[in-house]
């Protein structure tokens, strides 16, 4: 009761602008981060599996094309219709890899292996280049070649292992980042939840308190007011509070 109400309400609302300040600040805070992360996980890791994936079935299908032009090697116009398809998913799928070599946010082992499976490509290319020129001149059959080209099954095996591998990396590396990304967000809830706690903690007491002591000497200068009018000026007017209805009570009792 020694403040005034000015002063209270002045406090109340200076409060509770801040702390909704603050409360929207924490807000913006943790959707910007998130949108950071959200966006750092699909640009590195969703983008480093999807493309994994691409390249991977491209993988897939360069070997089909290979075994097709394998069983077709007594049709000369099918042995050069699947040469042709094999060059061209062989030419996707080193684009593939550049690209996916050239993908930003990975560790600093990325590189090394990137390189590693361009390599196993390569090999790969060496050895089925003239085996597929000697099956188009007739020299080989279907099972002379296929035994031939059964030697470089190892470097395509070794080449999807090691991209099995950097997609087992790459999903780690997402599922890290979503913890990351549920961690902040949890702090975040638990700092929003804080300054609620903390506005309901310095507001209600506030309120109450400035309510009670608002109807406590609205009620006194009421009586006050009934007493004179009704001719009983034999009472003194002591105000309970120093704010400014007390200031009016203790008026009153002066004109009393």
């Not at 000015?6 to 959707?31: I, M, P, Q, S, W």
């Not at 299908?61 to 040469?83: C, D, G, H, W, Y």
């Not at 790969?124 to 070649?145: K, M, Q």
Request: proline content about 2%.
């Amino acid at each position: 009761g020694r403040i005034s109400m000015r002063a209270r309400l002045y406090f109340a609302t200076g409060f509770a602008l801040v702390l909704l300040a603050l409360v929207g600040a924490l807000g913006y805070g943790a959707l910007d981060n998130t949108r950071s992360v959200l966006r750092d996980l699909f640009a590195h890791q969703v983008g480093a599996l999807t493309d994994m994936a691409e390249v991977r079935l491209g993988l897939g299908q360069l070997r089909l094309a290979e075994k097709s032009l394998m069983i077709n090697s007594s049709n000369a116009v099918e042995v050069q219709t699947q040469q042709e398809l094999w060059n061209t998913q062989l030419q996707q799928l080193r684009q593939r890899l550049q690209r996916l070599q050239a993908l930003p946010g990975q560790d600093a082992a990325w590189p090394a292996a990137m390189a590693k499976v361009q390599e196993g490509l390569q090999a790969y290319e060496a050895g089925l280049a003239p085996i597929f020129a000697r099956v188009a001149s007739t020299e080989l059959d279907t099972v002379v070649a296929a035994a031939y080209a059964e030697q470089f099954q190892g470097q395509v095996q070794e080449v999807d292992a090691q991209l099995a591998q950097l997609a087992a990396q790459a999903r780690t590396h997402m599922e890290a980042a979503q913890a990351a990304l549920e961690q902040r967000t949890a702090l975040m809830a638990v700092l929003m939840a804080a300054a609620v706690v903390l506005a309901l903690l310095v507001l209600l007491p506030l309120t109450l308190s400035s309510v009670r002591a608002l109807t406590r000497s609205l009620a006194q200068a009421r009586a006050l007011a009934e007493r004179i009018a009704a001719g009983d000026l034999t009472q003194d007017a002591v105000a309970q509070a120093g704010d400014e209805l007390g200031q009016l009570i203790a008026a009153m009792g002066r004109m009393q």
